[in-house]
């Protein structure tokens, strides 16, 4: 495999929930990763990560976790993921096949029978760890081309971006964490400190019990709206889908007018860098975004 020597690559791992309700998240992070300098290598042969499985029959979501590592360690490289939970069960699962040479042996007989092996060498990222650590605050101020200072934005940490925090080197901090709150004010936006901020978005438990999930996340667009932002910046697909999805739907069902945006990370530094809407996939947010734009002067 050929890549350019001048870029990190990574080999790009969606997940599930990406190509199906947030293609705007992946549009947004590969010409973001570009301007940034970083490759982003399609993996044809990814399944899913494991995580839906992982509660039930944690040596079968192994074998998925394995199973991909192996395709990603025999192109040479290290994996990036933009969804939350896909990075925390591939991130914990490959600390354990990395580490345990008995638990690599056995998931490797298994994998064997479909001709796959792996030896323990890949590490995980989250696409927003990535540009933390390998690209750098400096280097990212240096492609913004747009002062966003007019922009009040809510950031949205959510769970799995920070949790379990050993298995990340604790790379910021669960209880006062920072690294998403920096790089929104590299574009010149606010981050603010509002109320709940560190709370869950109540997707956990939106499979079996919808009006609690849906209660959680409507708790956060209160405290979002009482802070006066002008929008919401998260980094996980499933977070989206209750903020933005289900928006309209939270107002309906229990009152609230909401109207809120809400950008993933690189939709947002995308802006910034002078990227237009359609670009960034904004034109598929289902919160509209148009108005947005037109007031910091971004076209389609």
Same mark, same amino acid.
């Given at each position: 495999?050929? *890549?350019?020597?001048?870029?990190?690559?990574?080999?790009?791992?969606?997940?599930?929930?990406? $190509?199906?309700?947030?293609?705007?998240?992946?549009?947004?992070?590969?010409? +973001?990763?570009?301007?940034?300098?970083?490759?982003?290598?399609? !993996? $044809?042969?990814?399944?899913?990560?494991?995580?839906?499985?992982?509660?039930?029959?944690?040596?079968?979501?192994? =074998?998925?976790?394995?199973?991909?590592?192996?395709?990603? @360690?025999?192109?040479?490289?290290?994996?990036?993921?933009?969804?939350?939970?896909?990075?925390?069960?591939?991130? #914990?699962?490959?600390?354990?096949?990395?580490?345990?040479?008995?638990?690599?042996?056995?998931?490797?007989?298994?994998?064997?029978?479909?001709?796959? /092996?792996?030896?323990?060498?890949?590490?995980?990222?989250?696409?927003?760890?990535?540009?933390?650590?390998?690209?750098?605050?400096?280097?990212?101020?240096?492609?913004?081309?747009?002062?966003?200072?007019?922009?009040?934005?809510?950031?949205?940490?959510?769970?799995?971006?920070?949790?379990?925090?050993?298995?990340?080197?604790?790379?910021?901090?669960? @209880?006062?964490?920072? *690294?998403?709150?920096?790089?929104? #004010?590299?574009?010149?936006?606010?981050?603010?400190?509002?109320?709940?901020?560190?709370?869950?978005?109540? &997707?956990?438990?939106?499979?079996?019990?919808? #009006?609690?999930?849906?209660?959680?996340?409507?708790?956060?667009?209160?405290?979002?709206?009482?802070?006066?932002?002008?929008?919401?910046?998260? +980094?996980?697909?499933?977070?989206?889908?209750?903020?933005?999805?289900?928006?309209?739907?939270?107002?309906?069902?229990? &009152?609230?007018?909401?109207?809120?945006?809400?950008?993933?990370?690189?939709?947002?530094?995308?802006?910034?860098?002078?990227?237009?809407?359609?670009?960034?996939?904004?034109?598929?947010?289902?919160?509209? *975004?148009?108005? =947005?734009? !037109?007031?910091?002067?971004?076209? /389609?």
């Amino acid at each position: 495999m050929t *890549t350019d020597a001048n870029k990190k690559a990574y080999a790009l791992f969606l997940g599930c929930t990406i $190509p199906a309700r947030a293609r705007n998240y992946e549009i947004s992070a590969r010409i +973001v990763a570009v301007k940034a300098g970083l490759e982003l290598v399609d !993996e $044809p042969n990814f399944v899913c990560c494991g995580f839906p499985l992982k509660a039930m029959d944690h040596k079968a979501s192994l =074998l998925l976790t394995g199973r991909n590592l192996s395709y990603a @360690e025999e192109r040479g490289l290290d994996i990036i993921s933009l969804c939350s939970s896909c990075t925390s069960a591939l991130t #914990e699962d490959a600390l354990l096949l990395n580490t345990d040479a008995d638990l690599r042996h056995e998931i490797n007989q298994e994998l064997k029978k479909i001709g796959r /092996e792996y030896r323990g060498t890949v590490s995980v990222k989250h696409f927003a760890r990535v540009l933390w650590e390998d690209v750098g605050l400096e280097r990212l101020k240096n492609i913004m081309a747009l002062n966003l200072n007019m922009l009040k934005v809510a950031v949205h940490y959510g769970c799995h971006y920070l949790k379990p925090s050993k298995i990340y080197e604790n790379f910021d901090q669960v @209880e006062n964490p920072a *690294t998403l709150d920096r790089m929104v #004010e590299i574009t010149g936006a606010t981050s603010l400190d509002y109320r709940g901020k560190k709370k869950c978005c109540g &997707g956990p438990v939106v499979a079996s019990d919808e #009006e609690t999930a849906l209660m959680v996340t409507r708790s956060k667009l209160e405290a979002i709206k009482e802070a006066d932002a002008d929008l919401i910046c998260l +980094v996980c697909p499933f977070c989206a889908v209750m903020f933005d999805s289900n928006q309209k739907g939270i107002g309906e069902r229990f &009152g609230g007018d909401y109207d809120i945006p809400v950008l993933y990370l690189p939709q947002l530094l995308g802006l910034s860098m002078g990227l237009s809407r359609k670009q960034l996939g904004l034109n598929l947010n289902v919160v509209k *975004t148009k108005d =947005l734009c !037109e007031r910091i002067g971004v076209g /389609e």
